[in-house]
C-alpha cells in the first residue's frame, strides 16, 4: 500500500527565515495531496490541500510544490514567525478513496524570535 | 470555523475495561471518521461511518472495536475490551458529503493510556 515519509522530523529556524518540510509517497496514481498543522492542545487544521494536476500553490505565505516525477510534494514557509511553530503533516489519499488519508510523521517546528 | 470537539482529552484505564471516545462533529456533517496514532509513529485510519453505517475500516479496527452515532448525538468510538497496544491518541474528523477533494476537520484527539 501506499507509503509516506516526511522529512525532516524536527526543524528549527530563526523568525524571517524560510522553513521547507518534504514528503514523498510510493503510489504515482495517489490524486489528493494535503498538508495540516497541529498546534499544542488543538486539532489539525487544514493549511492547503492540492489536487494530482497542480504543481505549485501558494496562499498566505505558504507554498506547496507537487513533483508527480520524482513523487515529492514540499511545503514551504517563507518568512517564518514564531505563531508557526507547530507540528506540519503531509497527507495523502488514494486514488478513488479521498476519504482516507495517509499521513507522514510529522515535523515539529519551532520558529525561534 | 467549525469545530470537532473530543471527549475526554486523556482517559486513562485499567487494560480490559470499556472505554467510550466521544467525538462532537461538526453539525451539518455527514461522513465521520476515527484515526489512531501511537506515540512516535504515524497516524493511521481506523474507520469511516456514513449514514448509521461502518463504510470502510482498516486491519488496525479490530472485533474489540465498534462505532455509533445513535440519532445524531456523539460519534462514538468503544473499545472493549481493551489492551495495552490500544494506548494512544484518537483523532475524530468529520467532513461533508462532496464528490471529490473532502475536507475532514479533525478534533484535538483523545489519549487513552490503558495501564
Known amino acids: 500500500g501506499e507509503q509516506v515519509e516526511q522529512r525532516p522530523p524536527h526543524l528549527s529556524v530563526p523568525e524571517g527565515d524560510s522553513a521547507v518540510i518534504i514528503c514523498t509517497y510510493t503510489d504515482s496514481a495517489t490524486a489528493y495531496f494535503y498538508w495540516y498543522k497541529q498546534e499544542p492542545g488543538a486539532g489539525l487544521q487544514l493549511l492547503m490541500s492540492v489536487f494530482s494536476n497542480v504543481d505549485r500553490k501558494e496562499e498566505q505565505g505558504l507554498t506547496v510544490l507537487l513533483n508527480k516525477k520524482d513523487k515529492q510534494l514540499s511545503l514551504n514557509l517563507t518568512a517564518a514567525h514564531p505563531g508557526d511553530s507547530a507540528v506540519y503533516f503531509c497527507?495523502?489519499?488514494?486514488?478513488?478513496?479521498?476519504?482516507?488519508?495517509?499521513f507522514g510523521l510529522g515535523t515539529t517546528l519551532q520558529v525561534q524570535p | 470555523g467549525p469545530k470537532v470537539l473530543q471527549i475526554p482529552s486523556h482517559q486513562i484505564i485499567d487494560m480490559g475495561q470499556m472505554v467510550t471516545l466521544n467525538c462532537d462533529p461538526v453539525s451539518n456533517h455527514l461522513y465521520f471518521y476515527w484515526y489512531k496514532q501511537i506515540l512516535g509513529q504515524q497516524m493511521e485510519f481506523l474507520v469511516n461511518f456514513y449514514n448509521g453505517k461502518v463504510m470502510e475500516k482498516s486491519k488496525l479496527f479490530k472485533d474489540q472495536f465498534s462505532v455509533e452515532r445513535p440519532d445524531g448525538s456523539y460519534f462514538t468510538l468503544k473499545i472493549q475490551p481493551t489492551a495495552l497496544e490500544d494506548s494512544a491518541v484518537y483523532f475524530c474528523?468529520?467532513?461533508?458529503?462532496?464528490?471529490?477533494?473532502?475536507?475532514?476537520?479533525f478534533g484535538h484527539g483523545t489519549k487513552l493510556s490503558v495501564l
Open positions: 474528523a468529520s467532513s461533508v458529503e462532496r464528490a471529490n477533494n473532502e475536507r475532514l476537520f
Open positions: 497527507a495523502v489519499s488514494e486514488a478513488g478513496n479521498t476519504r482516507k488519508l495517509i
